[in-house]
């Protein structure tokens, strides 16, 4: 069974916001969209924090790992895996944004 939460709410105040490092070390500050659970494993859909008020969106997945018994956010490098939360996500955006208002 999977556990979702909805999309994050248009006031700023509620969005989730997380800084994350890439292998740089360069910081990047990004608002969580989305979070299901499957099998098991978190994800996370994410965009930039400076993108919030774009009206053509491009989003980001990640997945909880744990590594030496820290909680880590990584990229899914399973194809089949990466398709099944991506089609979940899509699927979940699609329901909440009405074309049809444009």
């Known amino acids: 069974m999977s556990e979702n939460k909805p999309m ?15 292998e740089n070390g360069v910081e990047s500050e ?4 989305g979070s299901v659970e499957m099998k098991g494993t978190t994800y996370y ?11 053509y969106l491009e989003y980001g997945i990640l997945k909880t790992v744990v590594e ?7 990229t899914i490098d ?12 899509d699927d979940t955006f699609a329901d909440e ?3 049809d208002a444009k």
């Open 97 to 99: 944004i009405d074309f």
């Open 30 to 33: 990004f608002v969580i969209i």
């Open 68 to 74: 030496d018994g820290e909680e880590m956010l990584v």
């Open 45 to 55: 859909a994410f965009i930039p924090a400076d993108e919030v008020d774009s009206e």
């Open 8 to 22: 994050a709410q248009d006031n700023e105040q509620e969005l989730e916001k997380i800084t994350l490092t890439d």
């Open 78 to 89: 399973d194809d089949d895996e990466f398709d099944d939360v991506a089609d979940y996500f």
